[in-house]
């Protein structure tokens, strides 16, 4: 399974981005996690495709969706407001798992895409 991750760039505090992430084959969780120069990676939303069940990471609550268009195989992130501490690499991945946020629960991964946040 190949993950395609796009749509980072560079923007200014309470801007918005929208990352993609589109699979070579149906899965059935989807997550994105991100990390920053030093720093472990970190869960940021995951989503059942097929319940549409999404949790988030605390630090983006009220500001991030995670969504699908069925039947395509494509997630989205839509990433409002956001602040200087949001900059991170952002990678898609792909399990089995709604109940996990472990990065070592999924499987398969994306190459990752650059969100930098300047003040």
């Known amino acids: 399974v190949q993950l395609q991750a796009s749509g980072g760039g560079l923007v200014q505090a309470g801007d918005s981005l929208r990352l993609s992430c589109t699979a070579s084959?149906?899965?059935?969780?989807w997550a994105w996690f991100r990390q920053a120069p030093g720093k472990e990676r970190e869960f940021v939303a995951r989503?059942?495709?097929?319940?549409?069940?999404?949790v988030y990471g605390d630090s983006v609550k009220g500001r991030f969706t995670i969504s699908r268009v069925k039947p395509e195989n494509t997630v989205y992130l839509q990433m409002n407001s956001l602040k200087t501490e949001d900059t991170a690499v952002y990678y898609c991945?792909?399990?089995?798992?709604?109940?996990?946020?472990?990065?070592?629960?999924?499987?398969?991964w994306g190459q990752g895409t650059q969100v930098t946040v300047s003040s």
């Open positions: 991945a792909t399990g089995n798992n709604i109940w996990s946020g472990q990065p070592r629960d999924y499987v398969y």
């Open positions: 084959q149906p899965a059935y969780v």
């Open positions: 989503l059942g495709y097929n319940s549409g069940t999404t």
